[in-house]
């Protein structure tokens, strides 16, 4: 799929793929959601806790710019080549919380992240180097790959993972 190039195109695939998302949810009852090794060891509770803590991750960064502060990106103690580290770190961190818990935050981090892009103009999200700490980067391709490409990639590797556990 190409990265939108305008804020229409990235509020559209924004909500296209988290309406796919949801209605997948829709489908799963509390003990599928639980259930461990759908994704890797992950349920697909484990896998809504890694999508929050991205949006909150990239939420985190842009505040911090509005300070005038470069944070640690991706997190502290960890560089980009480490993202299997990292995502290792955020499931053991979120592995043990209530399932309604990680619904209700899953829920209200989608809301706050909607509201980053609709509130932020053109300039801001497609201006390469607008932001010191997305050093030459835009905006718009830290949200799209905290929100509707990681919807899509959670979607099909739980819908796949989900399937395979029916045939074993």
Request: with cysteine.
């Amino acid at each position: 799929m190409p990265r939108p190039t305008s804020k229409d195109q990235l509020l559209s695939e924004i909500q296209k793929e988290r309406g796919a998302l949801e209605e997948f949810l829709a489908t799963l009852t509390p003990e599928q959601m639980v259930q461990a090794n759908v994704l890797g060891e992950w349920s697909v509770k484990d896998v809504l806790a890694h999508l929050i803590e991205w949006e909150q991750m990239v939420l985190s960064w842009y505040k911090a710019g509005l300070r005038g502060k470069v944070p640690p990106i991706p997190a502290e103690g960890y560089n980009w080549g480490q993202l299997p580290a990292l995502n290792q770190h955020i499931y053991e961190k979120h592995r043990d919380r209530a399932l309604d818990d990680v619904l209700k935050q899953f829920r209200a981090s989608y809301r706050q992240m909607l509201k980053l892009a609709q509130g932020l103009s053109e300039k801001d999200l497609f201006t390469p180097g607008r932001y010191a700490w997305a050093n030459k980067n835009q905006l718009a391709a830290y949200i799209t790959s905290c929100t509707s490409s990681h919807y899509r990639w959670a979607r099909t590797g739980m819908r796949k993972g989900l399937r395979a556990t029916l045939f074993k």
